[in-house]
């Protein structure tokens, strides 16, 4: 079992819809992130959170540190928000390395 | 202020050769982390480094080493290369060790003949 789950693994949505990514984790963490990846490779980090809620412009994410949860939320979905979206955590260093892990990433594309 | 570049973006080597990509963070970033992209095995960590000292290795093999200078430009060195180590190399900087948001450079994408 991965340490980073995602799901879906692929989404379709129409212009306009509420759309949620969801990640779960099984470890530990001081930090979780969101990515963003457009197709040619450049990554964008969204966003970095250990606790609560952030928000930025359309884009809403919210972390359960007690649940080991994190969701991503794209309100007013747009063509231009198609993208790979990747999850990415950072196990608490318990005296051995602490490495980001990654999901697998949820593909999205919407429609005009 | 300039992004984090990576020289260079797109090389083809043969087996057996071996490369170096290079990695300037955003200017006053002392923290560089290099990762690989394959379509099999999605994202993985490959080096930290924070102040010219390696602080955290993936499980790649010893063919992959790394290194970071005073400038806190980093390179990377794969030797005997093998077709697997075909990929997206990324790499990202910030401005400390493990705590903050990193970004990303473009990436240098590799492929072994």
């Known amino acids: 079992k991965n340490e980073v789950e995602q799901s879906p693994q692929n989404l379709t949505a129409q212009e306009g819809e509420f759309i949620t990514i969801n990640c779960s984790y099984s470890?530990?963490?001081?930090?979780l992130h969101w990515l963003q990846q457009h197709p040619g490779g450049g990554i964008v980090s969204l966003f970095m959170?250990?606790?609560g809620k952030k928000k930025h412009g359309r884009l809403i994410a919210t972390i359960n540190i007690q649940e080991k949860h994190s969701s991503l939320h794209i309100t007013a979905s747009h063509p231009r928000d198609s993208a790979v979206y990747i999850c990415a955590v950072r196990p608490i260093n318990t005296g051995t390395a602490s490495k980001l892990t990654f999901g697998t990433g949820t593909r999205l594309q919407v429609m005009l | 202020k300039a992004g984090v570049t990576q020289t260079p973006r797109y090389l083809i080597k043969t087996r057996g050769q071996q490369v170096t990509l290079s990695c300037s963070p955003i200017?006053?970033?002392?923290?560089v982390s290099w990762y690989q992209q394959t379509p099999g095995q999605g994202l993985q960590f490959l080096f930290e480094y924070f102040s010219e000292t390696q602080r955290n290795k993936g499980n790649f093999p010893g063919r992959f080493s790394g290194r970071q200078f005073s400038n806190s430009r980093s390179e990377m060195n794969v030797s005997t290369l093998e077709l697997g180590d075909s990929a997206l190399y990324l790499c990202?900087?910030?401005?400390?060790?493990?705590?903050?948001?990193?970004?990303f450079g473009p990436g240098t994408r590799l492929t072994v003949l």
């Open positions: 959170l250990s606790s």
């Open positions: 470890v530990g963490i001081s930090a």
């Open positions: 200017s006053g970033h002392r923290s």
């Open positions: 990202a900087s910030s401005l400390g060790y493990r705590v903050d948001e990193q970004f």
